[in-house]
């Protein structure tokens, strides 16, 4: 099931990457008015308009700019009011503003899907105000002309009609539409009903009137009105609150910082709520109930996480509190609203989920946001990695202080790897002007590759003077926009030196370096000569300039010697100090190089640096040398000792990559695998030796033992592993364990339970299939959970496939993320085509009793049959062409008309 789950996402990537279609922008002029509805294009006029040697089309290339600053809103002040039955908000928005330079007598706001009730100018007394109305922009024409000195007012009441909007969304944000009521009416007993905003990119202009653009900044207050049961949260602090005499309750948030559009929200649901402190500031965790014994143990290194990175970055939390809100059927994985950042589900775990997944990266990441995004802000989408790269970087941060320097660089190394995945079809640099919807900026580009870029100039500049980049950096443009030129500037201003070169290489142009090394050594001149060559596409990513640290080690010392590498081919020279032949050569020995770096290593050289070398990827790098040659004599020795590494992974990829072609080698690992499989502190260690004793020793009936003892894990993959091995030794043994286990089952462990079940046709299954979906929390585990039921209802009788379609099509239907409404499709799909096999078997017999001369009253049965599966085939043809005309989402949409039902 995972590999061909493995092949979906890969033909899914494929086809997305089919699906970017680039485009360009014709030159055009612009009518200027003051009149608000006189904004229309203009055909290009040319006095070369009749000269046949001018090209057919005329074209400039796309330059998505920042937007121009014509108004700047100081002040926005909500009320709002919730409509659970239609799911929709009533709403009325005060907004002060002034001009940004030149006189306006107009003002446009971004207003989506709102039914507009009255537009008036506050003052003495209101004064209504003319305006024009597409469904998307809001264009008011004012009383009279205004100067960049006088504020002015304006008030709107309006409906917004998030159901209604139409904007187009995107793989990092699965839906556009601003405001998501979730379960509203309470049809469904398994969610809570809960009202949450996810305004990134631009979307929380579709539940309230602004100018939805990254460069604007503003402070505001929030007043919602909710039932009373229902708990409250936006950005800032609620400074009052009042109950209303029909059962609701009305709520303010104030908040008097300014932060850009995107990052105001609001939160709304039976929520419990944890409080933790840091510094006297307010730091709490909205969790679900059945959650809150957890809430410390998910959000508990928060507090910790504050002082951390206000120590690092001599920048202190500047905001008022800091909330974390846990909301249902997210469009994202978490968001940074300024003060209350939102969670999707994912998130709630139990301690026993958490030993073997913690989403701490992903909090310190939403985290650091709140100095990198929210105090100083990207001014365009084009300049997102000022946003994203930074967040990014925190997971190492974190990763480096709290769990040392291996989790960190095992983090890059991961980073690194998407990175290069994506690379392979998307050939960008990180700022870049040229997307074609903003939301392609949310790619491993601007997350992973920026991510490791930063570090890698870290590693270039020094801590020193790194960290007092990002302190000039962020006092100097605290509560501002701002482009990448302004974090060079900052740097340059602590350093000293130009960097335009490492900012052009890495920032503004794509690609990496790919280096080829080799190296000897000369006893006559006691000198390693050191070969490096740039083997990249120099015409796709050009020739770079790269600083490299070069270790050279030999009897128990080190020498470290800083080079350069900037032509396609150069020779360096390194003197030692004595004639003495060196143990290994180590290139960008910080391993901070966003890049591939290509070194043949023997295996005596592999050994030694895999139980000798002091980071991570070094040691990765031999094991994985040590694992291409363990047919070699003396392998199998190295190998059991990458297995003792002090570091989880190395051990992870030791054990996984042991080959069994060779039983007297295979016999040598059997002791450390099963002491790793019984008492490795990492979780995944343990499951992966139950896995490799069970592949390598297949009939050793011992390891039954072992493995109903691991079923007392409290670690879920551990119980997994355990189980898949259990049932490959003793199959109807190991089913009658894992009945008494379905009520408590969860993760990995559950999935193995599906699979066991599909593949042993364990019958009477669906509907405990059916409950336990609702414990499957992560969105690539329910993806692959709905397609394991579904090869469970095709491997079973007509009737449970009947049972189960309604079930599927509420997946299909309802589903927040379009990926898991696809794998409702694709079951209910699959169901169709079983149903068209059956039809297709049975019309077969028909005619081949047909042939024999039998009697038509004996094939009746037959006919009567063929048709009951037309029939159901045809009923599931509507059922699909229902779903795909409800279907809003335009990515699913797209590769539903490239694959077809």
């Given at each position: 099931m995972k590999n061909s789950g493995t092949r979906f996402f890969a033909s899914l990537a494929m086809i997305c990457c089919i699906?970017?279609?680039?485009?360009?922008?014709?030159?055009?002029?612009?009518?200027?008015?003051?009149?608000?509805?006189?904004?229309?294009?203009?055909?290009?006029?040319?006095?070369?308009?009749?000269?046949?040697?001018?090209?057919?089309?005329?074209?400039?290339?796309?330059?998505?700019?920042?937007?121009?600053?014509?108004?700047?809103?100081?002040?926005?002040?909500?009320?709002?009011?919730?409509?659970?039955?239609?799911?929709?908000?009533?709403?009325?928005?005060?907004?002060?503003?002034?001009?940004?330079?030149?006189?306006?007598?107009?003002?446009?706001?971004?207003?989506?899907?709102?039914?507009?009730?009255?537009?008036?100018?506050?003052?003495?007394?209101?004064?209504?105000?003319?305006?024009?109305?597409?469904?998307?922009?809001?264009?008011?024409?004012?009383?009279?002309?205004?100067t960049r000195n006088e504020i002015y007012s304006v008030q709107i009441e309006y409906i917004a009609n998030p159901e209604k909007v139409s904007q187009q969304a995107s793989d990092a944000i699965t839906s556009a539409k601003g405001l998501y009521f979730i379960n509203p009416r309470g049809d469904d007993p398994t969610k809570p009903t809960q009202v949450w905003t996810q305004g990134e990119t631009e979307s929380n202009s579709c539940w309230f009137p602004t100018i939805d653009k990254p460069n604007e900044k503003m402070t505001h207050q929030i007043t919602m009105t909710v039932p009373e049961r229902y708990k409250t949260l936006s950005n800032g602090l609620m400074i009052a609150t009042k109950k209303n005499t029909d059962g609701t309750r009305s709520d303010t948030w104030k908040m008097d910082m300014p932060h850009a559009p995107y990052l105001v929200m609001m939160a709304?649901?039976?929520?419990?709520?944890?409080?933790?402190?840091?510094?006297?500031?307010?730091?709490?965790?909205?969790?679900?109930?059945?959650?809150?014994?957890?809430?410390?143990?998910?959000?508990?290194?928060?507090?910790?996480?504050?002082?951390?990175?206000?120590?690092?970055?001599?920048?202190?939390?500047?905001?008022?509190?800091?909330?974390?809100?846990?909301?249902?059927?997210?469009?994202?994985?978490a968001m940074e609203n300024t003060t209350a950042t939102v969670f999707g589900e994912f998130v709630q775990q139990t301690p026993a989920e958490m030993l073997d997944q913690n989403y701490e990266s992903v909090i310190a990441h939403e985290l650091f946001h709140h100095w990198f995004g929210d105090l100083v802000t990207c001014e365009s989408w084009a300049n997102l990695p000022l946003n994203e790269s930074f967040a990014t970087l925190a997971e190492y941060l974190w990763d480096e202080y709290k769990y040392g320097r291996d989790a960190a660089d095992f983090h890059n190394q991961q980073n690194i790897s998407h990175y290069f995945e994506e690379y392979f079809q998307k050939k960008v640099s990180l700022i870049r002007f040229d997307y074609e919807k903003r939301e392609d900026m949310f790619d491993r580009h601007s997350y992973q590759k920026g991510g490791a870029v930063l570090h890698m100039l870290r590693k270039y500049l020094g801590d020193d003077a790194f960290f007092e980049g990002l302190k000039t950096y962020l006092n100097d443009n605290r509560f501002q926009p701002v482009e990448i030129h302004q974090l060079r500037l900052a740097f340059e201003k602590v350093c000293g030196e130009d960097l335009n070169w490492f900012f052009n290489q890495w920032f503004l142009s794509p690609g990496h370096p790919y280096v080829d090394v080799e190296w000897s050594y000369s006893a006559e001149n006691k000198s390693v000569a050191l070969v490096l060559a740039q083997q990249q596409d120099l015409e796709t990513s050009g020739?770079?300039?790269?600083?490299?640290?070069?270790?050279?080690?030999?009897?128990?010392?080190?020498?470290?010697?800083?080079?350069?590498?900037?032509?396609?081919k150069q020779t360096f020279h390194i003197q030692l100090p004595e004639d003495v032949q060196p143990n290994v050569v180590i290139v960008d020995a910080e391993n901070s190089l966003v890049g591939k770096i290509y070194q043949?290593?023997?295996?005596e050289q592999a050994g030694w640096q895999l139980q000798n070398a002091p980071l991570y990827n070094d040691r990765f790098a031999a094991l994985e040398?040590?694992?291409?040659?363990?047919?070699?004599?003396?392998?199998?020795?190295?190998?059991?000792?990458?297995?003792?590494?002090?570091?989880?992974?190395?051990?992870?990829?030791?054990?996984?990559?042991?080959?069994?072609?060779?039983?007297e080698i295979t016999m040598q690992y059997m002791d450390v695998l099963?002491?790793?499989?019984?008492?490795?502190?990492?979780?995944?260690?343990?499951?992966?030796?139950?896995?490799?004793?069970?592949?390598?020793?297949?009939?050793?009936?011992?390891?039954?033992?072992l493995c109903e003892k691991s079923l007392s894990d409290s670690s879920a993959t551990v119980q997994s592993s355990a189980i898949s091995a259990m049932y490959a030794l003793n199959p109807e043994a190991t089913i009658a364990f894992i009945s008494k286990m379905e009520e408590t089952a969860s993760g990995n462990l559950l999935s193995s339970i599906v699979g066991i079940y599909t593949q042993a046709q364990v019958p009477g299954k669906m509907a405990f299939m059916k409950k336990a979906y609702s414990r499957v929390k992560g969105p690539n585990e329910k993806y692959f959970f709905i397609l394991s039921m579904g090869n469970y209802a095709m491997a079973h009788d007509e009737q449970i496939i009947r049972e189960s379609l309604p079930f599927f099509e509420q997946i299909a239907k309802t589903e927040s993320a379009w990926w898991l409404r696809l794998a409702g499709i694709q079951v209910i799909a699959e169901a169709k085509s079983w149903y068209d096999v059956k039809a297709d078997e049975a019309a077969a017999d028909i005619m081949a009793l047909k042939e024999k001369g039998t009697p038509i009253v004996e094939i009746h049965d037959k006919e009567v049959m063929k048709a009951s599966y037309t029939k159901q085939s045809e009923l599931i043809s509507e059922m699909l062409l229902s779903i795909r005309k409800a279907e809003k989402d335009p990515n699913l949409n797209k590769l539903l008309n490239l694959v077809g039902e």
């Open positions: 699906m970017v279609q680039q485009t360009s922008c014709s030159i055009f002029r612009k009518n200027r008015s003051e009149d608000p509805a006189a904004y229309e294009d203009t055909e290009f006029i040319s006095e070369y308009a009749n000269d046949d040697t001018l090209p057919e089309v005329i074209e400039m290339p796309v330059y998505q700019a920042t937007a121009t600053r014509i108004n700047d809103i100081l002040h926005t002040e909500l009320d709002v009011r919730f409509d659970f039955d239609s799911s929709r908000l009533f709403g009325k928005a005060r907004i002060e503003i002034k001009p940004w330079f030149y006189p306006v007598d107009s003002l446009i706001l971004d207003a989506k899907s709102f039914d507009i009730k009255s537009v008036q100018l506050l003052g003495k007394t209101p004064v209504p105000l003319k305006y024009y109305y597409d469904n998307t922009t809001l264009r008011i024409a004012l009383d009279r002309s205004y709304v649901g039976e929520y419990s709520v944890v409080k933790d402190t840091w510094r006297n500031i307010a730091v709490d965790y909205y969790v679900e109930k059945e959650f809150e014994p957890y809430a410390r143990k998910i959000f508990g290194n928060t507090p910790e996480m504050l002082e951390f990175f206000s120590k690092k970055l001599g920048v202190d939390y500047p905001w008022q509190k800091y909330a974390q809100v846990v909301v249902r059927d997210y469009v994202s994985g020739l770079f300039k790269l600083p490299l640290d070069i270790d050279v080690y030999f009897k128990d010392t080190k020498l470290r010697k800083r080079i350069v590498l900037d032509s396609v043949t290593l023997s295996q040398t040590l694992l291409e040659k363990q047919a070699e004599p003396g392998s199998a020795a190295l190998l059991n000792r990458a297995m003792h590494d002090k570091f989880w992974n190395i051990r992870l990829t030791a054990i996984n990559g042991l080959a069994g072609d060779d039983p099963l002491k790793l499989a019984a008492s490795d502190p990492k979780s995944v260690v343990r499951a992966a030796a139950i896995d490799k004793l069970t592949e390598l020793f297949p009939t050793d009936s011992t390891l039954f033992q």
